[in-house]
């Protein structure tokens, strides 16, 4: 009688630890799926904002008009040409990004990838239009974005960093 | 649920025969037995949910430090816009009014001595892209940082952040804006 009350708490305990495991478990698995969200980072919204300025090789024109890449993914969403190089804006920027980027993440220890995208928004209807992924995005994601103007067109443009 | 419920619920101990003399602490009779058992059930629970509860409090507390730091790192990049936005480096041309630092005002300043000037121990300034194999400092051929400014303390702590470099340039006979990815790095006293 003895031996089965001890056995009946024993059981009780065993219970209440695996519910608790069972709440830890539920709790690991929210907290690592809103985990994956971007977090927005002063550092990456600057580094989009000079990526931004840069002066590209390409001119859509003449020489020396040169677009910076603001202008030159206003080129790609207008589907223009680079007269210059004899490229396509969007395949001159995508080249361009892989190139910047790629620097970046050398010259940047603790990033070991990124996602570049750029969204169209007409009448509150995103479509996506560019899209460049490297490297793993396992590690602590911060991003920024910024807003480019073409013709009343918002194009967004977001720039997300993993870091280890 | 019975189970843990009958577990939690307060016991009746069985103590009105036991004549408690030194010798009754031998726990010679059951119920003795049952309040050792239920001692050591509830300490188990009570350390157990310690556990849970440390466990929670260091997820909590990791999540705290890495907020915490990437507040200050914000911080700090709020501070250095203080930096770019002086006369001294700032770019005036439009569509770069916002992080952009006049490369020439830089050369110049990297020359001349105006250490009155600076609110920061030292001003150093990064080119990221195009990308180089050796650091080469200005003005030299090839050159790819800049020191504006060096107090040569030692106990400095750098912070840096993105920026764009510009510079006017001239070809085929026309100006135009050319703007190179920099980093800049303001060191300040170091005061742990």
Same mark, same amino acid.
């Given at each position: 009688?003895?031996?089965?009350?001890?056995?009946?708490?024993?059981?009780?305990?065993?219970?209440?630890?695996?519910?608790?495991?069972?709440?830890?478990?539920?709790?690991?698995?929210?907290?690592?799926?809103?985990?994956?969200?971007?977090?927005?980072?002063?550092?990456?919204?600057?580094?989009?904002?000079?990526?931004?300025?840069?002066?590209?090789?390409?001119?859509?024109?003449?020489?020396?008009?040169?677009?910076?890449?603001?202008?030159?993914?206003?080129?790609?969403?207008?589907?223009?040409?680079?007269?210059?190089?004899?490229?396509?804006?969007?395949?001159?920027?995508?080249?361009?990004?892989?190139?910047?980027?790629?620097?970046?993440?050398?010259?940047?220890?603790?990033?070991?990838?990124?996602?570049?995208?750029?969204?169209?928004?007409?009448?509150?209807?995103?479509?996506?239009?560019?899209?460049?992924?490297?490297?793993?995005?396992?590690?602590?994601?911060?991003?920024?974005?910024?807003?480019?103007?073409?013709?009343?067109?918002?194009?967004?443009?977001?720039?997300?960093?993993?870091?280890? | 649920?019975?189970?843990? /419920? +009958?577990?939690? &619920?307060? *016991?009746?101990?069985?103590? =009105?025969?036991?004549? #408690?003399?030194?010798?009754?602490?031998?726990?010679?009779?059951?119920?003795?037995?049952?309040?050792?058992?239920?001692?050591?059930?509830?300490?188990?629970?009570?350390?157990?949910?310690?556990?849970?509860?440390?466990?929670?409090?260091?997820?909590?507390?990791?999540?705290?430090?890495?907020?915490?730091?990437?507040?200050?790192?914000?911080?700090?990049?709020?501070?250095?816009?203080?930096?770019?936005?002086?006369?001294?480096?700032?770019?005036?041309?439009?569509?770069?009014?916002? /992080? +952009?630092?006049? &490369?020439? *005002?830089?050369?110049?300043? =990297?020359?001349?001595? #105006?250490?009155?000037?600076?609110?920061?121990?030292?001003?150093?300034?990064?080119?990221?892209?195009?990308?180089?194999?050796?650091?080469?400092?200005?003005?030299?051929?090839?050159?790819?940082?800049?020191?504006?400014?060096?107090?040569?303390?030692?106990?400095?702590?750098?912070?840096?952040?993105?920026?764009?470099?510009?510079?006017?340039?001239?070809?085929?006979?026309?100006?135009?804006?050319?703007?190179?990815?920099?980093?800049?790095?303001?060191?300040?006293?170091?005061?742990?």
């Amino acid at each position: 009688m003895l031996n089965k009350k001890g056995q009946s708490e024993m059981v009780g305990f065993v219970l209440i630890v695996v519910l608790v495991i069972v709440a830890i478990m539920v709790f690991l698995v929210i907290s690592i799926k809103s985990g994956r969200k971007d977090v927005e980072s002063k550092d990456v919204e600057n580094l989009l904002a000079s990526v931004m300025s840069y002066t590209t090789e390409c001119a859509i024109v003449s020489e020396p008009r040169y677009d910076s890449v603001e202008d030159l993914i206003k080129s790609c969403f207008d589907n223009d040409k680079c007269s210059n190089l004899e490229k396509m804006a969007c395949n001159y920027l995508e080249e361009l990004m892989e190139e910047i980027m790629g620097d970046i993440i050398r010259s940047e220890g603790a990033v070991s990838g990124y996602k570049f995208n750029i969204i169209s928004k007409i009448n509150d209807e995103e479509n996506p239009f560019f899209n460049l992924e490297s490297g793993n995005m396992t590690g602590v994601i911060l991003g920024g974005q910024r807003v480019v103007v073409s013709e009343g067109i918002e194009l967004i443009a977001r720039l997300s960093l993993s870091y280890d | 649920m019975v189970m843990i /419920l +009958s577990f939690l &619920e307060k *016991k009746k101990f069985s103590r =009105s025969k036991k004549n #408690y003399n030194n010798k009754s602490f031998g726990f010679h009779n059951k119920g003795d037995i049952r309040i050792q058992q239920t001692a050591f059930m509830i300490l188990a629970v009570f350390f157990f949910f310690v556990l849970v509860g440390l466990f929670f409090l260091g997820y909590y507390s990791k999540n705290l430090k890495a907020r915490t730091h990437e507040l200050e790192k914000e911080q700090t990049i709020a501070s250095l816009q203080t930096l770019i936005d002086m006369a001294e480096l700032s770019y005036d041309a439009t569509g770069y009014e916002y /992080l +952009s630092l006049d &490369e020439d *005002k830089i050369l110049i300043m =990297s020359v001349e001595d #105006y250490s009155t000037i600076w609110p920061v121990s030292s001003i150093k300034i990064y080119k990221v892209f195009p990308a180089f194999d050796k650091l080469v400092k200005c003005p030299n051929p090839g050159c790819n940082y800049y020191v504006v400014y060096d107090s040569g303390q030692e106990e400095i702590e750098e912070y840096s952040t993105f920026i764009s470099l510009c510079r006017k340039n001239k070809e085929f006979g026309s100006i135009y804006d050319k703007c190179e990815i920099a980093k800049l790095s303001a060191g300040v006293e170091n005061v742990e």
